[in-house]
């Protein structure tokens, strides 16, 4: 099939879209309300875009909790959502009245940061502190229909990894057993038995040709 995605006309049960550009990284992100009170919701639009300076993203279906407290106070936290949290994640993506603090709800604890007021969730084994950077309000969709996406970028001030996770000099990311959302209501794990590694393949001396490098990852990068 080939359709019009600005039309959505797929003609399918539902939007294929998500189910398209996956996996995708769960931003679950932690702010604070005018009143001191934490909010925690997960999003599935999430992702890193720069490492020198680290930057993430994440977008909003209108203007939610999450984007109304960034809004107020100019800071969030991003804790990394694991298989063994998967029910505390689910739990806090609940559509809940303003003011209800989802740490609560989901049986989480949270976390002092230390660069930024809001917390990250204790039981989470890394989180990424952050300041707003930018916010960008997407088109509005082609049927008229609902709220337009809102981006929002935060520069990452600092970085939480539990140092169990750390080995040899890298972070054992597998280990963590990270999610990732796909389509419809189905997610993924990452896991040690499901990653493997590859050498970037090395460019001849005249730029016309390369070779690949056989074998895991050698530590260097190219």
């Not at 639009?45 to 939610?64: C, I, M, Q, Y």
């Not at 054992?172 to 389509?183: E, F, I, V």
Request: aromatic content about 10%; glycine content about 8%.
């Amino acid at each position: 099939m080939h359709y019009d995605a600005t039309g959505r006309n797929h003609g399918l049960k539902f939007d294929p879209f998500k189910a398209l550009a996956v996996p995708r990284p769960i931003g679950w992100i932690a702010t604070v309300d005018r009143n001191g009170v934490p909010n925690l919701a997960p999003y599935s639009f999430f992702n890193a875009v720069s490492d020198r300076p680290p930057v993430v993203l994440f977008a909003s279906g209108g203007h939610k909790d999450s984007l109304r407290n960034i809004e107020d106070n100019g800071e969030f936290t991003c804790s990394l959502a694991t298989y063994d949290l998967r029910d505390q994640m689910n739990m806090s993506s609940a559509t809940v009245a303003p003011g209800v603090d989802e740490f609560a709800l989901a049986g989480l604890t949270p976390a002092a940061s230390t660069y930024v007021k809001p917390p990250r969730v204790a039981q989470s084994p890394a989180a990424f502190e952050c300041r707003h950077w930018k916010t960008l309000e997407m088109p509005r969709p082609a049927d008229g229909k609902g709220e337009p996406f809102i981006v929002v970028f935060g520069l990452v001030v600092g970085i939480y990894i539990d140092d169990a996770f750390i080995k040899d000099g890298l972070v054992d990311t597998p280990s963590m057993k990270p999610l990732a959302r796909l389509g419809y209501m189905d997610y993924s794990v990452l896991t040690p038995e499901t990653v493997f590694s590859l050498n970037r393949p090395i460019a001849t001396e005249d730029g016309r040709s390369a070779k690949l490098v056989p074998g895991p990852w050698d530590g260097v990068y190219r």
